[in-house]
């Protein structure tokens, strides 16, 4: 598997672009090597689980994180298009209370990771979108944590919403950045 790495403005968070092969048949690209993985991003990351969400146009998750089990995540769309957004919580690092975001398609198949220590969220910009991320740990509930997604210390830029945002009960309750549980 061939595997070109983009490093954002937060170095650790990188775009991964699979090679993929196209004939008359349709297409083929191996969503996942462990090999290539980490051959191209220098990173080992042991994937435990697999989440798959299915969501309408405007649905916004996040800012998501976890403080006990950490989850670092490769996330792809399989249908659809998202703007995707990582903020950097790791307390210690130059890019603390940082963001980078991207729009992630279906069509282009680009793939992002987010290290742990990072939080995460994203806005459905189609229809719907079929979001399907790895997590290097498992979800634990007691240690879920979630920022405000429009929080106006992060100024995450996100994309026009027509409408409203639809949103969880937990996201909408969802505290300010100045006072999240952040990483040491």
Known sequence: MGLQVQHTTIPEVMVL??????????AFQESFNASAFASATGVSAHFVQDNHTHSVRNVLRGLHYQVR????????V???????????????????????????????RDQLWIP?????????????ADVIYKTTDYWYRAGERTIAWN??????????????????????????FRMAEVFS
């Open 116 to 128: 742990e220590g990072f939080a995460h969220g994203y806005l459905v910009l189609s229809d719907t």
């Open 69 to 76: 089990q950490p989850q670092g995540k490769l996330v792809r």
């Open 17 to 26: 672009r699979p090679d993929v092969s196209v004939d008359e048949r349709g």
């Open 151 to 176: 929080d106006p210390d992060l100024g995450i830029a996100w994309p026009p919403i027509s409408g409203e945002a639809v949103m969880s009960e937990r996201d909408r309750k969802a505290g300010p």
């Open 78 to 108: 399989v249908s659809g298009e998202i703007f995707d957004a990582a903020v950097d919580l790791r307390r210690g690092s130059p890019t603390f209370g940082a963001w980078v975001g991207m729009v992630l398609t279906a069509e282009s």
